[in-house]
Structures are given as C-alpha cells and as structure tokens.
C-alpha cells in the first residue's frame, strides 16, 4: 500500500482517528505523517506506570482511598527506609517487604485498579499447561469448600468429578511424557 498522500512511498503509518463516532483512516509514509503531525503523539512524554499511580496517590482521595497514613506519623519501610510519603511522590516502592508494610493503604489501591489483590501472573499458552492445570485445581477446590459449605452436594459432586479428571489427566501427562510441549 503506498502513502495515501505523496503515492510514492510505502505507507507504514496507519492512523485511525474517531471524531464525534466518525471513523477516519489515513495510511501515509513515515515522512508524510512526520509532515502532518501524525507522530507528535508518539513522541511526547513517556507513559510511566510509576507517574500515574504517584499522580493517583497525590490526588484527594485516591480512588476513594485516604492518602495518608493514619496516626499522623511518618510510615518507613523497616526493611528499605522508604517513607511513604516518597512511594507518593514516585510511585516505586523500595523493595518486597514495603508490601507488607504499606499493606493497609497498598491493598485496596492495587484492588481497585487491578480488581483483585492476588498476583496471578500470565503464562505463555504453549508453556503453561501445567500451571493453568495447578491454577485451575486451585480455583476448583476453593469452590468445592463454598459449595460444602452451601451444603450443595451435588454441585460439589460435579466439581469434584472434575479435580479427579484433571487429576488423572495430570498424571497420565507426566507418565506419557506430555510436558504441554508441541513437537
């Protein structure tokens, strides 16, 4: 495809703008866009994880959540020394252990804007297929136990069936030498 404005070289540029719900598409070579502007946005600032959360935690109330640390006092890290008020301003933390420290304002931040509290982490589809196993066992057991408690038996009968499928299917994996791998 070739640049919808000099036609003669290729486009590599694809913008597509929305405008009151009209959808406009430009396809233009690097020079053309450059010429028009279309790259400033590319090259402004830098978005940093770190400047939006420190931007959040700065703003009354974040999300909901007081700011400050409760008590008056000045909240460190006994681990690294950092302060909170300087996770604040930054948006880093110091190391592991200002988790646990800062714990009682970290986690319901991390919940609104992740939705939970639990790192799952995310794990390549070719690779995973032992850990989605193990993550799935988890999840099935954990509703096992609610539905125990709910005294739904035969809702739990299902679930159970199920963790002794993948169970089976876990251990024959091993034994016949499928590690998730594809040849």
């Excluded at 880093?92 to 799952?120: E, M, N, V, W």
Aim: hydrophobic share 30%; net charge positive.
């Amino acid at each position: 495809m070739l640049c919808e404005v000099c036609q003669q070289r290729p486009a590599n540029v694809h913008v597509t703008k929305i405008i009151n719900s009209v959808k406009t598409e430009l396809h233009l070579c690097q020079q053309c866009a450059r010429e028009r502007g279309e790259l400033d946005a590319l090259e402004g600032p830098k978005f940093a994880f770190s400047n939006l959360l420190a931007g959040l935690l700065q703003s009354e109330p974040a999300f909901g959540i007081p700011v400050g640390i409760s008590g008056g006092g000045r909240r460190k890290c006994e681990t690294c020394g950092l302060e909170y008020t300087e996770f604040m301003n930054t948006g880093f933390l110091g190391c592991s252990d200002c988790y646990s420290q800062f714990a009682g304002r970290l986690g319901p931040l991390i919940g609104k804007i992740h939705g939970h509290t639990r790192h799952t982490g995310k794990v390549p589809r070719r690779t995973g297929k032992a850990v989605r196993a193990r993550q799935e066992l988890e999840s099935l057991r954990k509703e096992l136990r609610m539905l125990i408690e709910a005294e739904e038996y035969e809702k739990a009968a299902l679930v159970r069936d199920r963790i002794r499928a993948i169970e089976k299917s876990n251990q024959t994996g091993l034994t016949g030498g499928d590690d998730g791998r594809q040849a």
